[in-house]
């Protein structure tokens, strides 16, 4: 069980707030349109690689996950469901922009399927029985979303969800959203490959190395260590 002080550090880590600062809602500094990523709404890459975008609560820790499954290129952290004038940290932390904390992956098709990312997801990366909410970080910005960019990727996730309901696998539904993607904006650039960086991190510690366990004990054929 952990101590009354080590609890009060892990709540004041809580909303991703060791890298940043909160701001009120009343008063969001203006980003620059030069400051504002690039959006991608494409499934495909060049080559045979193909693109998922998945929403489970603070993206620190689900980039952190992907990067560790083979056949994954690249996972960036960003925000989807929004606009581009609302896609910076700032602005999203209020909850009202519409965007949820993402991950967009690269990953290779011939290596690990889109189905096996859904299992990594619904397992592993976050809880899809949290209502706008997970762990210690509560709002829409971090809510359970698939972001799905053609049919196939839809119905898929559709069918996960239905599975895993008819087989009783959580306690509580599944609140996970399945929408379109529209857009995707890369986060600044300090919260790409984060948890590497903040191993010492409380919110780390506590939040998100556990699910990286988690991914080695019941994915070891997908794991690379990193």
Same mark, same amino acid.
């Given at each position: 069980m952990l101590s009354s002080f080590f609890q009060s550090i892990l709540v004041l880590a809580s909303g991703c707030l060791l890298a940043c600062n909160s701001v009120s809602s009343s008063n969001v500094p203006a980003v620059p349109v030069a400051e504002q990523a690039t959006p991608n709404t494409t499934s495909k890459v060049a080559g045979s690689k193909q693109i998922a975008v998945f929403a489970g609560g603070c993206f620190w820790? +689900?980039?952190? @996950?992907?990067?560790? @499954?083979?056949? @994954?290129? %690249? &996972? =960036?952290?960003?925000?989807?469901?929004?606009?581009?004038? #609302?896609?910076?940290? %700032?602005a999203v932390g209020n909850g009202d922009t519409g965007h949820a904390e993402s991950v967009r992956i690269t990953f290779d098709p011939a290596k690990v399927s889109y189905e096996q990312l859904l299992e990594v997801f619904f397992k592993v990366a976050h809880d899809p029985t949290e209502l706008n909410r997970q762990g210690p970080d509560?709002? #829409? *910005?971090?809510?359970?979303?698939?972001?799905?960019?053609? %049919?196939?990727?839809? *119905? &898929?996730?559709?069918?996960?969800?239905?599975?895993?309901?008819?087989?009783? +696998?959580?306690? =509580? !539904?599944? +609140?996970?959203? +399945? @929408? !379109?993607?529209?857009?995707?904006?890369?986060a600044e650039a300090y919260h790409q490959d984060y948890l590497p960086q903040n191993l010492d991190s409380p919110y780390i510690i506590y939040n998100d190395l556990p699910k990286l366990e988690e991914l080695k004990k019941q994915f070891p054929a997908l794991y690379v260590k990193k």
């Open positions: 820790g +689900v980039e952190a @996950v992907f990067e560790h @499954v083979n056949g @994954v290129s %690249d &996972a =960036k952290s960003g925000y989807s469901g929004g606009t581009a004038k #609302t896609a910076n940290y %700032d509560t709002g #829409t *910005q971090y809510r359970s979303a698939i972001f799905y960019t053609d %049919d196939a990727q839809k *119905q &898929a996730a559709l069918n996960y969800i239905e599975k895993f309901g008819a087989a009783g +696998v959580y306690k =509580k !539904p599944i +609140v996970t959203q +399945v @929408v !379109p993607l529209e857009k995707f904006y890369e």
